[in-house]
């Protein structure tokens, strides 16, 4: 009796992408929305203080469909606007 024989050398098929698979990957790395929840994550703060930054303009946001979107370069650069480098004690 002999084995079956694999083909062990056999080429496997890639699948290529679809015009819509290869959108959606240029979207992604394109567009990077965040939601209220996310943003709050990212400042460490309640969602309700989102809100009110929206509300004061402070951060620029997207709305779609009833939802508030974010782009977190906004968001990032937001930071670093903000940003406070803490005071000097015992300096001369």
Sequence with gaps: ?????????????????????IAHIKLDADLNFLNIKEVAAILRV??????????????????ACRKILFKKK?????????RQDPPHYGSS
Excluded: C, F, N, W
Aim: hydrophobic fraction near 35%; proline fraction near 8%.
């Design 1 to 21: 009796m002999t084995k079956p024989s694999k083909s062990v050398g056999a080429p496997r098929q890639s699948k290529k992408k679809t015009m819509t698979e």
């Design 46 to 63: 309640a969602p309700i203080s989102v809100y009110r930054l929206i509300a004061k303009s402070a951060l620029p946001v997207y709305r």
């Design 74 to 82: 906004d968001v990032l650069e937001y930071l670093e606007r903000h």
